[in-house]
């Protein structure tokens, strides 16, 4: 099976037309339930080595069995694309939640990235349009409505401020990265790489600074760890990746890193249905805000 195949089943020609940005969304939003559930019972970078190693152990043996094509001239660039969307990003918002940052203030600094991406976007050959640029000010703005009623500055500290911080830029140079050197990849073969480089860049921080030997003494292994661990490893970094990929070499970057603005309302409906959180109508005013916004980034050019 050839890339080009490979692209064409994942996405349709018009990605944004499809169910699968709402897919991506739905399975990306996920992410913050999975770090409640495991973030107990596990410290953050031990976790993440656990969802790394579980995606190799899954997708190694498959790329081998379907001789997936390797990526000539392009590991480099995979691998380092991989460390900034995966270790950098993941690694400096959980660690911040665990270091005290509340995860309203966390959810509103992240969604910043598609302002930082449009701002950024002259470096892929991108131009974002003037209705684009609405768009992107009411995502904000909506994002800042959604977790307005759960801000709150009880437990912030530097250290977690610039952690949220990297994770920010993480993610958004990430985007920009694979967007410009390695849009077309193998996405089992890719995945894999960029797990493996992020795994090899998270460990010595993990043996530094976590109970990581022996075996994982700093784990409690309880049912619900588990859980969360299977669906990180299933559901995001397998699911959720290979749609943001696609998504990724299908569309232009700002329209890809606006869906993050309709993850925070997302998470909050979830967090409503699953643990009763209160969900206000300021809470809703945001989240039609910022799916407004996302449909001024996405629309087709006029």
Request: proline share 7%; charged share 10%; with cysteine.
């Amino acid at each position: 099976m050839t890339q080009s195949s490979i692209a064409a089943q994942t996405m349709p020609r018009h990605a944004f037309l499809s169910p699968v940005p709402l897919f991506f969304v739905f399975l990306w939003s996920t992410g913050f339930i999975v770090a409640k559930f495991g973030l107990p019972y596990a410290p953050p970078l031990t976790f993440l080595l656990l969802r790394f190693a579980g995606v190799l152990v899954i997708l190694g043996p498959l790329i081998l069995l379907m001789r997936a094509p390797w990526p000539r001239g392009k590991v480099g660039h995979i691998a380092v694309a991989g460390v900034l969307l995966q270790a950098g990003y993941l690694a400096g918002v959980w660690c911040a939640i665990k270091a005290g940052m509340p995860a309203g203030l966390s959810a509103l600094i992240v969604g910043m990235q598609p302002i930082l991406t449009a701002i950024a976007a002259p470096l892929v050959g991108e131009r974002v349009r003037p209705r684009q640029w609405l768009g992107l000010l009411c995502g904000i703005g909506g994002v800042a409505l959604v977790v307005a009623a759960k801000m709150s500055l009880v437990g912030l500290s530097w250290p977690a401020l610039a952690l949220c911080a990297g994770a920010l830029l993480s993610i958004t140079a990430g985007t920009l990265y694979q967007k410009r050197y390695c849009p077309q990849f193998d996405l089992r073969v890719g995945t894999v790489i960029q797990f493996a480089a992020s795994a090899v860049v998270l460990l010595p921080f993990a043996v530094l600074f976590e109970n990581l030997t022996p075996a994982f003494a700093s784990v409690a292994w309880t049912p619900r760890f588990v859980g969360a661990l299977l669906w990180s490893v299933l559901a995001l970094s397998i699911g959720a990746i290979f749609l943001l990929f696609a998504l990724i070499r299908r569309a232009d970057a700002t329209q890809v890193t606006s869906l993050m603005y309709l993850t925070p309302p997302t998470t909050a409906v979830m967090a409503w249905l699953m643990f009763g959180e209160a969900f206000s109508l300021l809470g809703i005013a945001g989240m039609v805000l910022a799916v407004l916004g996302v449909m001024l980034v996405v629309a087709k050019k006029t």
